[in-house]
């Protein structure tokens, strides 16, 4: 009995199509926040040089500066803790929690200083992190990595 061959022609083509196809797919999950937080990065360093302004000497947790609740790429922002360089040298932090507060659903900007500690974050770069909450097993979520306690 001959069994019919498929033509190398059509083999080459869909080992292409698929090849393209991957390709095409790991860039997109690689790229995409990043590609979509350099556009917003601007109005996100305005928003914390505005809450820089508003508590320089003092930790602050509250609502955020009027006219930065809505940030571009991320979302209404509910609350806001700043940590002013006085409180840590020339270092300082501000986090945006984007769900209720301590929801760990969370946008920060942290310079010159490590990555919170035992949270699961991603950096967008410039010292800019998404941060979210581990899964019910304990796990940080597909993309994001472990930043372990002193």
Request: aromatic share 12%; glycine share 10%; charged share 10%.
């Given at each position: 009995m001959?069994?019919?061959?498929?033509p190398?022609?059509?083999?080459?083509?869909t080992?292409?199509?698929t090849?393209l196809?991957?390709i095409?797919?790991?860039?997109?999950f690689t790229?995409?926040v990043?590609?979509?937080s350099?556009?917003?990065?601007?109005?996100?360093?305005?928003?914390?040089?505005?809450e820089l302004?508003?508590?320089?000497?003092?930790?602050f947790q509250?609502?955020?500066?009027h006219?930065y609740?809505?940030l571009?790429?991320?979302?209404?922002i509910?609350?806001?803790t700043?940590?002013?360089p006085?409180?840590?040298?020339?270092?300082?932090t501000?986090?945006?929690?984007?769900?209720?507060?301590?929801?760990?659903?969370?946008?920060?900007?942290?310079?010159?200083?490590s990555?919170?500690?035992?949270?699961?974050?991603?950096s967008l770069?410039?010292?800019?992190?998404r941060?979210?909450p581990m899964?019910s097993?304990?796990?940080?979520?597909?993309?994001f990595?472990?930043?372990?306690?002193?």
């Amino acid at each position: 009995m001959v069994t019919p061959r498929v033509p190398r022609s059509a083999l080459i083509w869909t080992a292409l199509a698929t090849g393209l196809f991957l390709i095409g797919a790991i860039l997109f999950f690689t790229f995409s926040v990043n590609r979509t937080s350099v556009g917003n990065r601007s109005v996100w360093n305005a928003a914390v040089r505005a809450e820089l302004a508003s508590h320089p000497t003092a930790s602050f947790q509250g609502p955020p500066v009027h006219g930065y609740s809505n940030l571009p790429g991320v979302g209404r922002i509910n609350w806001v803790t700043v940590y002013p360089p006085s409180s840590h040298g020339d270092q300082y932090t501000v986090i945006f929690w984007i769900g209720a507060v301590n929801s760990d659903e969370q946008v920060a900007y942290v310079s010159h200083s490590s990555r919170p500690y035992d949270t699961c974050d991603k950096s967008l770069g410039s010292g800019w992190l998404r941060i979210e909450p581990m899964n019910s097993e304990g796990m940080c979520p597909r993309g994001f990595l472990f930043a372990p306690g002193p």
